[in-house]
C-alpha cells in the first residue's frame, strides 16, 4: 500500500516514515502542500494541517475536489471543531499528536477497510470471449470469426448466459430463471428449442453440449 505523508517538521515526519516502511507500508513524503498536490495519487494519505505554505484544509478540499483518495489528518490540533471541519472537507478521519504507530496503522487499515467495503462492484468486462465467438453484452452483438452472428433477444440473452462460465454446465431451473423469468420447473421444451436455434445460427452444434440430465454447457468445438 503506497502511502503519502505530508508533514513539514523533520523531527515528525523522519521517524514516522521508517515506522510506516518498519510495518511494510511504501512511503512517499512531502513537507509542503504545494509538493502534495502534485503528488502522484496515493492509496492513503496523511495529511498534517500546519504547513507552510498552504493551509492543510485546502489541500484537502483540493485533493477531495479531484480525487476518492481517503485522508487521515494527522495534526496537534485536538478541538472539536477543527475535527468537524476536517471530517466535512472529506476527511475519512483524524488522528491528534502525539500518537502512537500501533494506533496510526490501526486507522490506517481501518480506513482502508471501509473504502474497500463502500467501492462499488467493478463492472464486469462487456466482451466475452470464448474460443472465435465473441458477446458483447453492452452493443448486444455476437460475432463468430469476426462475422456478426443475428440473434433474438432470447437467443442472445441464452448464449450469454452460458457464455457466462464457459465449459460449466447450467441446470434448466437456473436458465429459466435467468432467461425467462419463471420458476416453472416442470418440463419444458422452449430452451431446447433455443438451444437448436443457436446451434445452427453458430453453425457447429458442438458449441453448445447437452449435459444428460442437468442442461447445457458452451465450449468451443
Known amino acids: 500500500m503506497r ?30 502542500g504545494r509538493d502534495a498536490l502534485a503528488a502522484e495519487e496515493p492509496d492513503l494519505v496523511l495529511l498534517d494541517l500546519r504547513l507552510p505554505d498552504i493551509d492543510g484544509y ?79 453484452r453492452r452493443r448486444h452483438e455476437v460475432r463468430l470469426d469476426g462475422a456478426e452472428v443475428p440473434l433474438t433477444p432470447k437467443e442472445f440473452a441464452l448464449l450469454a448466459l452460458l457464455a457466462s462460465d464457459p465449459g460449466a454446465a447450467l441446470d434448466r431451473r437456473r436458465i429459466l430463471e435467468d432467461v425467462w423469468g419463471t420458476r416453472w420447473y416442470g418440463p419444458s421444451k422452449t430452451i431446447d428449442v433455443h438451444v437448436s436455434s443457436l446451434r445452427r445460427k453458430l453453425g457447429d452444434p458442438g458449441w453448445i453440449e447437452t449435459v444428460r440430465g442437468m442442461g447445457f454447457r458452451l465450449r468451443p468445438p
Open 3 to 32: 502511502l503519502l505523508v505530508v508533514e513539514d517538521d523533520d523531527g515528525i515526519a523522519e521517524p514516522l516514515v521508517a515506522g510506516l516502511r518498519r510495518e511494510g507500508f511504501e512511503v512517499e513524503r512531502v513537507a509542503n
Open 58 to 136: 485546502a489541500v484537502a478540499r483540493e485533493l477531495r475536489a479531484r480525487s476518492r483518495v481517503p485522508i487521515i489528518m494527522v495534526t496537534a490540533k485536538g478541538e472539536e471543531v477543527d475535527r468537524v471541519i476536517g471530517l466535512e472537507l472529506g476527511a475519512d478521519d483524524y488522528v491528534v499528536k502525539p500518537f502512537g504507530m500501533r494506533e496510526l496503522v490501526a486507522r490506517i487499515n481501518a480506513v482502508m477497510r471501509r473504502v474497500s467495503e463502500s467501492a462499488p462492484p467493478a463492472e464486469p468486462d462487456p466482451v466475452t470471449v470464448v474460443g472465435a465467438l465473441e458477446i458483447d
